[in-house]
């Protein structure tokens, strides 16, 4: 009984090991990726990892409908400006508790590797 308990309590330590090891190594986006700007941005916290939408955000899907790129990076960097002028954009902020954050200072070719991921879903 004894020795058998310590066999399953070694299989399952080593299990949960190779476990771990695969969510460190496989999950998680290339370092430098879009999918890594997002994630380090904190745009995920309220967009959700997968840009699926949550309470604090709405989903960012569809967005090559009504966005270009230009107009994208120029949204993340100053977003109240096009909130008073897009009917939809204000409808969409008053849904939410905390409005969408302003990027001004971020590098331009991150907000465009951004502007890109989201304009591809
Ligand atoms: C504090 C929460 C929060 C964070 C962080 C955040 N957003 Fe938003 N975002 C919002 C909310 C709320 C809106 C709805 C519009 C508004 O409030 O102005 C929005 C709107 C947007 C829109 C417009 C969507 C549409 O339908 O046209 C885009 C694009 C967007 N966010 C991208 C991003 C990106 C990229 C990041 C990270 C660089 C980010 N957001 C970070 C909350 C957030």
Not at 25 to 33: D, L, Q, R, T, V
Not at 49 to 61: H, I
Not at 75 to 101: G, T, W
Request: hydrophobic share 40%.
């Amino acid at each position: 009984m004894t020795a058998s308990r310590s066999v399953s309590a070694s299989f399952w330590f080593a299990a949960v090991a190779a476990l771990a090891l695969v969510a460190c190594g496989a999950s998680g986006p290339e370092p430098g990726s879009a999918e890594a700007i997002y994630l380090g941005m904190g745009c995920a916290k309220c967009h959700g990892p997968a840009r699926e939408g949550q309470k604090s955000g709405p989903a960012l899907a569809g967005l090559h409908e009504r966005w270009d790129e230009d107009g994208l990076v120029a949204y993340l960097r100053d977003p109240r400006s096009f909130v008073e002028s897009n009917p939809r954009l204000k409808y969409l902020d008053e849904q939410y508790p905390i409005a969408m954050p302003a990027y001004a200072e971020a590098p331009e070719t991150e907000l465009r590797a951004l502007a890109r991921l989201m304009l591809d879903s």
